[in-house]
């Protein structure tokens, strides 16, 4: 009876006054090791990829690095002098100037095992700076933001969880347009798009830095499939996202020189 | 309180084992371990596995899932419940007996789980839900042996 009582009690609590954020952080922290266990056979599995090569295949590697390198480095070439033009013509514009966002690395521990819930667990926490609302993205696009941050780790909703929603533009010509998750990790819908908006199939969708939660400008998801049906009032719009949300291993945390100043 | 901490580290693993990393299309299979292994517990040892340890145990679990505090713990305690009125009946019930009374208990289990989770908004959209009570029932037999031969071994009592 006394259990019942309690669990109702916790459920209201942190179903409709979200008290218990402080609680849960803690309680998290305490959570890590078995995280940090149930990761230890895919760590073995890295260490091996890693250390248990032949040299052959490492010097392959290498050479495929170079040629990724050199190209990197080529197309990075121009960016110092574009950014200075940038910011000259942003100045002359009265437009506030882009700042770089600066970002950490951090490594994925966990996924959450309920298929209903989108999450992640990755290893940095309240002692690396991490805080709730914090942008998450791989090498390819935005993968989501921290929703629950404990001393050691943190908890990430990604972007295709069905409660999750993001203010998004296209990259074209800067339609604004919301994207939702589905529950699908493949799938975000564009929600309210009229049958007369200028979207195409391909279309790249990138953060509008709307809402003020992520900086604007990382690649979101490549729009998939576009239904117009005059029945209805707005057009059905799938975009997939460009990160690799199933795979990604490693995942930058972007802290915006924005959250900086308001520290 | 002989043997107390072989009923922790059993927990520990079910608990490693409930957020192991699992491919895509096993995730709606995963058996509930944590739910199996408080099973064992409570028709071993009723006296001292009881509600509040389900209680615990369910409130460890959100925090790992990442789920909203109380829905574990709400379905394991009413696992737990169950288990403590049944325990007598259970334990003279025959292998496959059990695993049909465990099927109902994991499913119960589950359906409180989705309960709580329409509650907020993300329910599943299909049956599947119910497909860890299978997988727990089909690994009964095994987490029986396995919990019985640790308790007699280490002497839980």
Not at chain 1, 54 to 62: F, M, T, V
Not at chain 1, 73 to 85: D, F, I, P, T, V
Not at chain 1, 119 to 146: E, H, R, S, T, Y
Request: proline share 4%; aromatic share 6%; hydrophobic share 50%.
């Amino acid at each position: 009876m006394l259990a019942i009582l309690v669990i109702l009690g916790l459920i209201t609590a942190d179903l409709r006054y979200n008290r218990l954020e402080t609680t849960r952080s803690l309680l998290a922290t305490l959570g890590t090791p078995v995280y940090w266990v149930a990761d230890l056979p895919l760590r073995l599995r890295d260490w091996s990829d890693k250390y248990l090569h032949s040299p052959l295949s490492l010097a392959e590697e290498n050479e495929r690095l170079h040629r990724a390198n050199l190209i990197l480095q080529g197309r990075s070439q121009q960016m110092a002098s574009l950014q200075a033009e940038n910011v000259r013509l942003r100045a002359l514009l009265n437009s506030s100037a882009l700042l770089r966002d600066d970002v950490l690395v951090a490594e994925l521990i966990g996924v959450s095992p309920d298929p209903v819930r989108h999450q992640l667990v990755i290893n940095k926490g309240l002692a690396d700076g991490v805080f709730v609302g914090q942008p998450l993205i791989d090498a390819d696009g935005l993968m989501g933001q921290i929703v629950e941050v404990s001393a050691i780790s943190s908890r990430a909703l990604l972007i295709t969880d069905a409660t999750h929603s993001i203010p998004v533009q296209v990259n074209r010509n800067g339609v604004r347009a919301i994207a939702e998750g589905t529950g699908s990790l493949g799938a975000l819908e564009i929600r309210h798009v009229s049958a007369t908006t200028d979207i195409e199939l391909g279309d790249l969708l990138v953060t509008s830095g709307l809402g003020g939660r992520f900086p604007e400008g990382y690649p979101v998801a490549v729009v998939t499939e576009i239904e117009r049906d005059p029945g209805r009032a707005f057009a059905r719009v799938v975009a997939r996202p460009s990160a690799a949300l199933d795979r990604s291993r490693h995942v930058l945390l972007v802290f915006s020189t924005q959250d900086r100043r308001g520290n | 309180m002989q043997g107390y901490w072989v009923i922790l580290l059993s927990f520990f693993v079910a608990g490693v084992l409930a957020v192991l990393p699992m491919p895509q299309w096993l995730q709606w299979v995963r058996p509930e371990w944590v739910a199996l292994c408080l099973i064992y517990w409570v028709i071993a040892l009723p006296h001292r596995v009881g509600i509040l340890t389900a209680l615990l145990l369910g409130m460890g679990l959100d925090i790992l899932e990442g789920a909203m505090l109380g829905q574990n713990a709400f379905a394991l305690v009413v696992v737990a419940l169950l288990c403590l009125i049944l325990y007598q009946r259970l334990r003279v019930f025959s292998l496959w007996q059990q695993a049909g009374t465990v099927f109902v208990l994991v499913g119960v289990n589950q359906l409180v789980c989705q309960w709580v989770q329409n509650l907020q908004g993300i329910g599943a959209p299909s049956l599947l839900f119910l497909l860890p009570a299978v997988s727990s029932a089909l690994l009964w037999p095994l987490v029986l042996h396995l919990l019985r031969e640790l308790r007699r071994q280490y002497a839980v009592a």
